[in-house]
């Protein structure tokens, strides 16, 4: 089958979160299991697109409404990604260093929408699948089967991703005009509430919709920022499948980005000296149990609470654990987590900021992950940390549910019910005997190490999935 995926984010493309990880994966397992897949962008101002070399495939002019633009379609010149990936440049427009954040991101990717299907509709061949992730792509199920310059597409299926629900990509009516021709009488498979909705309109008129775990499809019927009833509607073409880790970058054996790699055989000595240059680069006690936060600094990961859970535990076990976080978001949550490195030199630190190697630095050297999350689709973070011997403390919600069991079960993490202060400092409490007692920590690691959550089976759940829409 010819699959197209198209993304605002790929790993190693352009990346803000998981679903970068996974359109940078899932295409190359499916390409491995006979496929051809391949991954559309915007070409943003970027390191690996200003590394990289492309070649011209396409260029030609596109409008969204009376505002015309030229652009180009190039294709990276070596496949280094494992699938052909194309980039869409739109000067003015998507040639920014950063993928999301400006106010005209409803133009953006109105405008990289447009583009990318003016430049399919033109092929000789069809595609068998196109396959969106999350709303900036939503418009595209609706405009190809409604769209009168996409009739020669419009029995191509369309499949959308949900990799996260809380952000749906709201624009007000007076931008109707934006999208390509079609019957107005249709105008409504565009909204939900008082607005544009491009992930509303998605769910609406995808093929097929999937959300990245079991348990995210389930929450979202009554947690999904006002669009439970539709969910709820659309539920008979919806299926949550588990996402996957990219195995070949997220090893813990070859990961160019540790010091020292390390395999199941050599787990205790390869996790301690990475802990011991990490804890070194941070002023930290390798001696000591180290925690750890990686991701944004937003209220659905439960960060708004982390400064407090973070004061509470180091007020409470004195000098006997370490505290290090990797993160961006809420201005008010950065300058506290900058606050407490004052209160408690030599046992907490916070990295502010984005960075790649430092978070598979983390991965390595850290004793938990800590991720006390409001809303959780899938999570990553908690499957590099089980790659990487790394024990996590999650909430049961969404995919943290799906793949991490408890130790009290039998299982290889520490689980609690709520996002609270209490129900995280207590399952610190709980890590912290966990890590005293040496000989289950080691069994939990081993545990946790042999679990494969690669893409093989996941890759081929969507294939299953095209095919009955073949
Ligand atoms: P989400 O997509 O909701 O942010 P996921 O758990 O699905 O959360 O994926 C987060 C991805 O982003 C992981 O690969 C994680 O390592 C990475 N990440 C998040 N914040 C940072 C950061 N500040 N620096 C480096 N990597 C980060």
Sequence with gaps: MEIIHISAECYPVAKVGGLADVVGALPKYQNKLGHIAKVVVPAYDTKFIRESEFEVTYDAWANYGN??????ILKEKTNKLGFDLYIVHIQGLTDRPNVYGYSDDTERFVAFQIATLDWIVQWEHRPDVIHCHDHHTGLIPFMVSNSIKYTPISSVPTVLTIHNAQYQGQFGWEKLYYIPAFDLWKGGLLGWGDAINPLASAIK?????????????????NNARGLESLLRQERWKSVGILNGIDSEVWDPQTDPMLGKGYNLKTVEAGKLANKTALCNVFQLDASKPLFTFIGRLVDEKGADLLPDIFYTALQQHGDNINILVLGSGENWVEGRLNQLKDIFPGKYNAYIGYNEQVSHEIYAGADFLIMPSRVEPCGLNQLYAL???TVPIVRRVGGLRDTVIDIGDGGFGICHDQTSIWDVTHAINRAVELYNDKKAFKAVRKTMMKIDHSWDKAASNYIDLYQILK
Aim: proline share 4%; glycine share 4%; hydrophobic share 30%.
């Design 67 to 72: 505002n015309h633009f030229q652009y180009r």
């Design 387 to 389: 790659r990487y011997g």
């Design 205 to 221: 008129c995808a093929w097929r919709v999937t959300t990245v775990s079991p348990s995210y499809l389930d929450e979202m019927m």
